[in-house]
């Protein structure tokens, strides 16, 4: 014996948001991951608009080309860090 449960909702849930999306909503929220076979689907507003309705669309963001571009992006990834604490202490 098996049982189905369906479960309808006409609110709108904000489970997830697109690699990319530094809004403040989206923290802590699932980061669907960008690969080969997701990538059609998401470059484009439209697109995404097609398969997932009401998902913010940010621009798909590009990996660094080279060492050198990585370790400048991680040292200011590391300095936004350093300025997060600063408005976590003031209760932002």
């Known amino acids: 014996s098996s ?15 697109l ?3 530094e809004s403040v909503d989206c923290i802590g929220f ?4 960008l690969d080969d076979e997701i990538l059609p689907y998401v470059e484009t507003p439209e697109e995404l608009a097609k398969v997932a309705p009401g998902l913010r669309w940010v621009s798909p963001p590009q990996p660094p080309k080279t060492y ?16 997060l604490d600063d408005d976590i202490m003031k209760g932002n």
């Open 3 to 17: 049982c189905l449960l369906t479960v309808s909702s006409s609110t709108r849930a904000d489970a997830a948001c």
């Open 19 to 21: 690699p990319g999306d």
């Open 30 to 33: 699932y980061k669907v991951p």
């Open 68 to 83: 050198k571009e990585a370790l400048v992006e991680i040292n200011s990834l590391k300095v936004k860090c350093s300025e």
